[in-house]
């Protein structure tokens, strides 16, 4: 395949999409998602059921599981969303240059299409941008080595996405993100308070894009409070 003149998800060798066996509705939500980026017929889902014990625990084995199907199909790469996944700025261009800086011999880890990030730098590809994970995995790609080892990771009582976080610093993001999580309540009880905190400030989407946005234009952001609280005090003044 080249990446610059073919379907840029045909360098992965394999998506899924976890779901909660019983939520038919959000599996036929993330299909119409699907459907508009063209990867309908190519997203298997990964059916799981709720661990009514530990939410997290389950959310955790159902991202390891999806690893564990990849490794035993022989993929060198794949793709992971949660069925809560929705797109927004998605243009082909993006991916075609990422998956082409990916297979350009660059090692990788995992690229994310979107997630909650503590910081950013440039990679020389202006749609990849080397990140400091957060949180968030409703959509990511991994490389079978890094697939190998997250697959090698014990339960050990903490959420999926701090599991990440602690595991590498070496992460890659596209530019811009265009992948996001919807509004919807989510399944997970231990997050029921903080998800009704995050669903009154726009939910995870927007609390996304705002993230985005500041890590981007860190520098102008500060300089912009600055000059209103310089502003304010002079007024005061």
Not at 75 to 93: I, L
């Amino acid at each position: 395949m080249t990446p610059a003149t073919e379907n840029p998800w045909a360098f992965f060798d394999r998506l899924y999409c976890i779901s909660l066996r019983d939520r038919t509705d959000r599996r036929e939500r993330a299909r119409i998602e699907f459907s508009h980026m063209g990867i309908e017929m190519r997203v298997e889902f990964v059916l799981v059921d709720k661990d009514h014990n530990d939410p997290c625990r389950g959310i955790f084995a159902s991202h390891l599981l999806c690893m564990k199907k990849a490794i035993d199909a022989g993929a060198r790469q794949w793709v992971v969303f949660e069925d809560d996944v929705v797109f927004h700025r998605y243009d082909p261009h993006i991916l075609k240059d990422a998956v082409t800086h990916l297979s350009n011999g660059s090692t990788w880890t995992l690229l994310f299409f979107g997630c909650l990030i503590k910081g950013s730098s440039k990679t020389g590809n202006p749609r990849v941008k080397r990140i400091r994970y957060q949180a968030l995995a409703h959509a990511y790609a991994v490389n079978r080595a890094f697939g190998e080892k997250i697959l090698s990771q014990p339960w050990c009582g903490v959420p999926y996405d701090t599991m990440l976080r602690e595991l590498s610093d070496d992460y890659l993001g596209t530019t811009p993100f265009f992948a996001f999580q919807s509004n919807a309540k989510t399944d997970n009880e231990a997050c029921l308070g903080l998800d009704r905190f995050r669903r009154c400030f726009g939910g995870l989407g927007l609390i996304q894009l705002m993230n985005e946005f500041f890590h981007a234009h860190r520098l102008w952001v500060i300089l912009g409070h600055l000059a209103v609280l310089t502003g304010l005090g002079v007024c005061i003044w």
